[in-house]
T-cell receptor, first 114, second 111 residues
Framework: GAGVSQTPSNKVTEKGKYVELRCDPISGHTALYWYRQSLGQGPEFLIY????????DSGLPNDRFFAVRPEGSVSTLKIQRTERGDSAVYLCASSPTGPQGMAFFGQGTRLTVV | DAKTTQPNSMESNEEEPVHLPCNHS???????IHWYRQLPSQGPEYVIH???SNVNNRMASLAIAEDRKSSTLILHRATLRDAAVYYC????????????FGTGTSLTVIP
């Protein structure tokens, strides 16, 4: 498809386990963003990639969270030693470079830590 | 850091116009004003954006105040499918163009 694809759509994991969330952006989009959304809240910024590099990772809550985008396309958000508080919907978006470009969001991955 | 303020909720009758306000008093000259909406259980969806002039597209209109410290998203005829949370966001080139979401305005459309 032509949109942003996130996999899996749902993930249930046990506390303390490691998880990886994948984002396939729209082809040609150089900017990629990860957000986390808790129930009733707006999306919370986590990290922003411009090409392969993390241009801003100031939103990552702690060092258990890490994201990569090795070839400037697909990105993976990695969470180590998951905690129940990590339960949320994780959203990915991509856009062309520049402040006037519209962003396209995926449907999100719902992560539940039990 | 959302940098925008919006009412928490609004209601509209179906087929009537809706004006959703947003204040962004700290906007700088290069910041673009974007609006996104999020339907239940979906990712945010682009609605419209502008810099200085009013903008129209098939979904909505964006009216930007002359001093750019506020803007209004206008849905010309609300439908039940427009019930969503609407986010007003400043996209700031000097800080990387990230989208910082606030809590948005939850729009209820009454049949």
């Amino acid at each position: 498809g032509a949109g942003v694809s996130q996999t899996p759509s749902n993930k249930v994991t046990e506390k303390g386990k490691y998880v990886e969330l994948r984002c396939d952006p729209i082809s040609g989009h150089t900017a990629l963003y990860w957000y986390r959304q808790s129930l009733g809240q707006g999306p919370e910024f986590l990290i922003y990639f411009q090409g392969t590099g993390a241009a801003d990772d100031s939103g990552l809550p702690n060092d258990r969270f890490f994201a990569v985008r090795p070839e400037g396309s697909v990105s993976t958000l990695k969470i180590q030693r998951t905690e129940r508080g990590d339960s949320a919907v994780y959203l990915c978006a991509s856009s062309p470079t520049g402040p006037q470009g519209m962003a396209f969001f995926g449907q999100g991955t719902r992560l539940t830590v039990v | 850091d959302a940098k925008t303020t919006q009412p928490n909720s609004m209601e509209s009758n179906e087929e009537e116009p809706v004006h959703l306000p947003c204040n962004h008093s700290t906007i700088s000259g290069t910041d673009y004003i974007h609006w996104y909406r999020q339907l239940p259980s979906q990712g945010p969806e682009y609605v419209i954006h502008g810099l200085t002039s009013n903008v129209n597209n098939r979904m909505a209109s964006l009216a930007i105040a002359e001093d750019r410290k506020s803007s209004t998203l206008i849905l010309h005829r609300a439908t039940l499918r427009d019930a969503a949370v609407y986010y007003c966001i400043l996209r700031q080139p000097n800080t990387g163009n990230q989208f910082y979401f606030g809590t948005g305005t939850s729009l209820t459309v009454i049949p």
